[in-house]
Structures are given as structure tokens and as C-alpha cells.
């Protein structure tokens, strides 16, 4: 039986606000962390304003995630690249002791786990709005406007809301996830009030749609979400494309009521890749090993590399439905969805009008022309040999030097070109790599069957 929005949002309007005990863990952490950066600060002779920010601050974090934003705050004189040194190195002193990784966001800074909580210690600069010089020195003011904008309904319905992008793999800001970040779901109930009625705004987005909070005056290209404190910036572009259309297509349907929970289960489901067997014969995943970086320089990456090799085997007259990619930061698998995994022996090549005299002559001189003759657009035409029929020797070319031929990511074209190997789906469902299983699960992309639990 299905059950609306209300009912869906009664059962969890408790559950998605952590207990008092839990709000006691993670308020002793932000102390000890306040303190502790402190401490760093002076010992290193450093003169920094140190900032509670985030979800942390904005009272929008949810249970077992809470995570701490430490701001340190300079004076402007210090300046961008001050900062990364001078803010680095208390970071590094107040989370000693503890497990760290360098995240990068516009430049670096520091995530830390402390006692079970995730801490960020993030650098920026103490500037008055719209002197901004690096990303961070917003951050301190999203703060400032989030506190007075958001009661503690509003909050309920962030909370609602993230609960919701999590649940539906909408969430997370991180190049990883390219989703809604935690203040994009702030500003988005900021602006609505509520979870029902930003999703009866959302049902209608389009890709021209502008959502703001406060004035602004300039021309904006695209789907964008404003960010309050500096209009200038548009927050939606740090969104994938597609995951903005899901959230549409989601809110049209949760607004409809549904059989499943949208707070703990995902409507659209990945269908079974041994239920579509035949189709993995058109599944090819390139897997390779590579050295250790951080999650943010991979997927990255990967991202871009994938993205050469869809370019260039469309160029060379494969067709590529879908791709996907995934990492666990030593291997990484980008796998393609083939039309078919041969092409035509044969192709044509469209020159230049019959007027371009030199460009005609040079055309028609390429070692590749078998023939040639002219189109009724006056256009030369050469039918050559497709280079590579098959998709397994034309990625053997590839990856002798996948750099110069492809524009393969430095990174992890060292170990790319060392390792690589091709599998073709059957074969990839058979490995138990949990990394070539996350690829091959979503590049079909969804079951046809919706909200089906
Ligand atoms: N921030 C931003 N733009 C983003 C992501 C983050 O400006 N795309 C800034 C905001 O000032 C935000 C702060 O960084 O308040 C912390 O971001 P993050 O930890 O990603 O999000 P939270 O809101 O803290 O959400 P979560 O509960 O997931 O930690
Ligand atoms: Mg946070």
C-alpha cells in the first residue's frame, strides 16, 4: 500500500535528530577541537580566529554523521597561499595523534578522525562578503546566514531532506558523488520551508530554472542554485547534471505517495546484471592498479579518463550507451556499454568542400584513402579501413601509451599502462573484485520498475 510524504515523513521526523547522547559526544569533540587548535595556533605563533562551521554549527547533522567544520580564520594579509602553509601546519599539530587525510577542496586541508567523528580543520581567510579570496572564506558566513535563517522546524526539514538525498545516492558534495551538499539542502529549505513544498518546487525544474534566496542581477546560464551570501556562485555546478534530473523525477514521485520508504529505500533500483546476461556480452571493464592517492585526485581522475576513452572510441565509430567507473584509491575499473564490440571493416570520412583546393588535395592524399568520390554537397568523401574493428585491440593501442594517444590522467596512467586488463562482463561478474562489481552494477543504469520493494 503506498503512503504519502506526511505519513513517510511522521515515522521519521524522530529518528533523523541525534539523541542527547550522541549530541554530547560530538559537542565534547568540537570543545576538544576548539582547544586543541588553539593550543596549535599559539604554540606555532599563529594569530587565527578559529570557527565552528557547517552542519555542526547550522544544527543540521544527522545521527552517526556527525561531522565537525573547524574554520581558521587569518588575516587577508596572509593571503591564499599563507594560508594553505600556516593553516596546514596547525592542522597537522591539533590532529596529531589522531588518523588524517589530506582533502582538497580549492586548496588543501585536513580531515581527521577524532574519537569516532569526523573533523575537518579547514583554513581560510577573515574577509568582509564579497571580498572573497579563497573558496573556504565563505564558509564562516554560511554560518552567520544559516543561523539566523533557519529555525528549528527548518532544521527538522534539512535534516528530513538529507536523510532523504542519502537514501536516494543524491548526497555529498564530494567529486566522488558530484550530489547535493549539506548546504545546498540548507539553502534549498531556506528557501522553501519545507521538505513537501521544495519538492512540489522541484517537480518542476527545468534546466533553466534559478533558485535564490536574495537579489541578484547578473545573467545566469543553466540550472543553478544561488548561493545566499555571494549570489556570484552558483553551488548547483558543483552537481552532476543527472543527478539534478533524478531529484526531479524523484520529487514527482514522492509526492505521488509510495510503497517503499523514500527515507531508507532507493526507488530506483540497479537491476541484477545475471538477469540481463545477454546484455553483458556487450559489457567491456578496463581494470587496472595504480599508486595510493587521495579519494578526491582519483575519481577525478577517473573521471576524465573515462571520459577520453568514450571520446575516442566514439571517434573511431564504436558506440557507447553508458559508462561507469568505480575506485577502492589502489585499483580502478571503467566500464563501457557497447552497442557491440565490433564496428564495420569499413568507414567514410567527410572532406572539405571541393573549393578548399589544398584542403581537398590533402584529404584525398592520406595513406588511409582506399577511394574517395564526391557527395552532392560538394563534399569529398574517402572510404578507408576502420583501424581497429575490435574494441579489445583498439584499447591494446590505447594503453601502450595511454597518455599521448588518449589523454589518460598523469596519475594513474603510469599504472594503468602497466597492469591494465580487459574483461568482457560475463568474465567481470565472475571476479569477486567488489571494484569491477560497483561498475558493471550501474552501467545499465535502472530496472524499469520504480519504487518496487
Ligand atoms: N561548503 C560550500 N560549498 C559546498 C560544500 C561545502 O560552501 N559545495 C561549505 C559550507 O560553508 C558548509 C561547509 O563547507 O557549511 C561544510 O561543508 P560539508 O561538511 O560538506 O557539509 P555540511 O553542511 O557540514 O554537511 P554534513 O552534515 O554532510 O557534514
Ligand atoms: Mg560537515
Same mark, same amino acid.
Not at 564495420?344 to 573549393?355: D, I, K, Q, W
Given at each position: 500500500?503506498?503512503?504519502?510524504?506526511?505519513?513517510?515523513?511522521?515515522?521519521?521526523?524522530?529518528?533523523?535528530?541525534?539523541?542527547?547522547?550522541?549530541?554530547?559526544?560530538?559537542?565534547?569533540?568540537?570543545?576538544?577541537?576548539?582547544?586543541?587548535?588553539?593550543?596549535?595556533?599559539?604554540?606555532?605563533?599563529?594569530?587565527?580566529?578559529?570557527?565552528?562551521?557547517?552542519?555542526?554549527?547550522?544544527?543540521?547533522?544527522?545521527?552517526?554523521?556527525?561531522?565537525?567544520? *573547524?574554520?581558521?580564520?587569518?588575516?587577508?594579509?596572509?593571503?591564499?597561499?599563507?594560508?594553505?602553509?600556516?593553516?596546514?601546519?596547525?592542522?597537522?599539530?591539533?590532529?596529531?595523534? @589522531?588518523?588524517?587525510?589530506?582533502?582538497?577542496?580549492?586548496?588543501?586541508?585536513?580531515?581527521?578522525?577524532?574519537?569516532?567523528?569526523?573533523?575537518?580543520? *579547514?583554513?581560510?581567510?577573515?574577509?568582509?562578503?564579497?571580498?572573497?579570496?579563497?573558496?573556504?572564506?565563505?564558509?564562516?558566513?554560511?554560518?552567520? @546566514?544559516?543561523?539566523?535563517?533557519?529555525?528549528?522546524?527548518?532544521?527538522?526539514?534539512?535534516?528530513?531532506?538529507?536523510?532523504?538525498?542519502?537514501?536516494?545516492?543524491?548526497?555529498?558534495?564530494?567529486?566522488? *558523488?558530484?550530489?547535493?551538499?549539506?548546504?545546498?539542502?540548507?539553502?534549498?529549505?531556506?528557501?522553501?520551508?519545507?521538505?513537501?513544498?521544495?519538492?512540489?518546487?522541484?517537480?518542476?525544474?527545468?534546466?533553466?530554472?534559478?533558485?535564490?534566496?536574495?537579489? @541578484?542581477?547578473?545573467?545566469?546560464?543553466?540550472?543553478?542554485?544561488?548561493?545566499?551570501?555571494?549570489?556570484?556562485?552558483?553551488?548547483?555546478?558543483?552537481?552532476?547534471?543527472?543527478?539534478?534530473?533524478?531529484?526531479?523525477?524523484?520529487?514527482?514521485?514522492?509526492?505521488?505517495?509510495?510503497?517503499?520508504?523514500?527515507?531508507?529505500?532507493?526507488?530506483?533500483?540497479?537491476?541484477?546484471?545475471?538477469?540481463?546476461?545477454?546484455?553483458?556480452?556487450?559489457?567491456? %571493464?578496463?581494470?587496472?592498479?595504480?599508486?595510493?592517492?587521495?579519494?578526491?585526485?582519483?575519481?577525478?581522475?577517473?573521471?576524465?579518463?573515462?571520459?577520453?576513452?568514450?571520446?575516442?572510441?566514439?571517434?573511431?565509430?564504436?558506440?557507447?550507451?553508458?559508462?561507469?567507473?568505480?575506485?577502492?584509491?589502489?585499483?580502478?575499473?571503467?566500464?563501457?556499454?557497447?552497442?557491440?564490440?565490433?564496428?564495420?571493416?569499413?568507414?567514410?570520412?567527410?572532406?572539405?568542400?571541393?573549393?578548399?583546393?589544398?584542403?581537398?588535395?590533402?584529404?584525398?592524399?592520406?595513406?588511409?584513402?582506399?577511394?574517395?568520390?564526391?557527395?552532392?554537397?560538394?563534399?569529398?568523401?574517402?572510404?578507408?579501413?576502420?583501424?581497429?574493428?575490435?574494441?579489445?585491440?583498439?584499447?591494446?593501442?590505447?594503453?601502450?601509451?595511454?597518455?599521448?594517444?588518449?589523454?589518460?590522467?598523469?596519475?594513474?596512467?603510469?599504472?594503468?599502462?602497466?597492469?591494465?586488463?580487459?574483461?568482457?562482463?560475463?568474465?567481470?561478474?565472475?571476479?569477486?573484485?567488489?571494484? %569491477?562489481?560497483?561498475? %558493471?552494477?550501474?552501467?545499465?543504469? @535502472?530496472?524499469?520498475?520504480?519504487?518496487?520493494?
Amino acid at each position: 500500500m503506498k503512503q504519502d510524504l506526511r505519513q513517510w515523513i511522521a515515522i521519521h521526523a524522530s529518528d533523523v535528530t541525534p539523541n542527547g547522547e550522541e549530541k554530547k559526544k560530538v559537542q565534547q569533540v568540537a570543545q576538544l577541537m576548539l582547544s586543541r587548535c588553539k593550543v596549535a595556533a599559539e604554540r606555532l605563533n599563529e594569530k587565527v580566529t578559529i570557527i565552528l562551521g557547517g552542519s555542526y554549527a547550522h544544527d543540521t547533522w544527522l545521527p552517526g554523521k556527525g561531522d565537525i567544520d *573547524v574554520f581558521l580564520a587569518f588575516d587577508k594579509a596572509v593571503g591564499k597561499d599563507g594560508l594553505s602553509v600556516k593553516g596546514l601546519k596547525i592542522a597537522h599539530e591539533a590532529l596529531a595523534g @589522531y588518523d588524517v587525510v589530506t582533502r582538497y577542496a580549492e586548496h588543501p586541508y585536513l580531515e581527521g578522525f577524532v574519537e569516532g567523528v569526523r573533523v575537518n580543520v *579547514v583554513p581560510c581567510l577573515n574577509v568582509k562578503k564579497g571580498e572573497w579570496i579563497s573558496a573556504a572564506d565563505r564558509s564562516p558566513h554560511h554560518t552567520e @546566514y544559516m543561523s539566523a535563517k533557519l529555525n528549528e522546524g527548518m532544521k527538522l526539514q534539512v535534516r528530513l531532506l538529507k536523510r532523504l538525498m542519502q537514501t536516494q545516492r543524491l548526497y555529498g558534495a564530494e567529486i566522488k *558523488v558530484r550530489g547535493f551538499s549539506g548546504y545546498v539542502c540548507e539553502v534549498l529549505i531556506a528557501k522553501y520551508g519545507n521538505l513537501e513544498e521544495l519538492l512540489k518546487a522541484a517537480s518542476s525544474w527545468r534546466n533553466d530554472t534559478v533558485i535564490s534566496l536574495e537579489e @541578484y542581477r547578473q545573467n545566469v546560464e543553466g540550472f543553478a542554485i544561488l548561493d545566499p551570501v555571494d549570489t556570484n556562485r552558483n553551488l548547483a555546478r558543483a552537481i552532476a547534471p543527472w543527478k539534478v534530473a533524478e531529484f526531479i523525477f524523484l520529487s514527482r514521485i514522492i509526492l505521488k505517495g509510495t510503497k517503499c520508504d523514500p527515507f531508507l529505500q532507493p526507488l530506483l533500483d540497479y537491476p541484477e546484471p545475471n538477469d540481463l546476461s545477454d546484455l553483458l556480452e556487450n559489457v567491456f %571493464v578496463l581494470y587496472f592498479t595504480h599508486r595510493k592517492e587521495n579519494e578526491d585526485t582519483i575519481w577525478g581522475e577517473l573521471a576524465r579518463s573515462s571520459q577520453a576513452i568514450v571520446r575516442h572510441l566514439t571517434q573511431e565509430g564504436f558506440e557507447v550507451l553508458n559508462h561507469t567507473y568505480s575506485s577502492d584509491l589502489h585499483s580502478s575499473a571503467i566500464c563501457l556499454l557497447l552497442a557491440g564490440e565490433r564496428i564495420a571493416r569499413l568507414r567514410s570520412r567527410t572532406g572539405p568542400e571541393v573549393y578548399r583546393d589544398k584542403e581537398t588535395d590533402t584529404f584525398l592524399k592520406s595513406s588511409k584513402t582506399l577511394t574517395w568520390f564526391f557527395s552532392d554537397d560538394f563534399r569529398s568523401r574517402r572510404i578507408e579501413r576502420s583501424s581497429f574493428p575490435d574494441i579489445l585491440h583498439l584499447i591494446e593501442f590505447y594503453m601502450e601509451r595511454p597518455i599521448e594517444r588518449i589523454g589518460f590522467s598523469k596519475g594513474i596512467a603510469e599504472g594503468a599502462k602497466k597492469s591494465w586488463k580487459m574483461m568482457n562482463g560475463k568474465e567481470a561478474m565472475l571476479t569477486s573484485d567488489e571494484v %569491477v562489481k560497483d561498475a %558493471v552494477r550501474r552501467v545499465f543504469g @535502472y530496472s524499469p520498475a520504480i519504487d518496487s520493494c
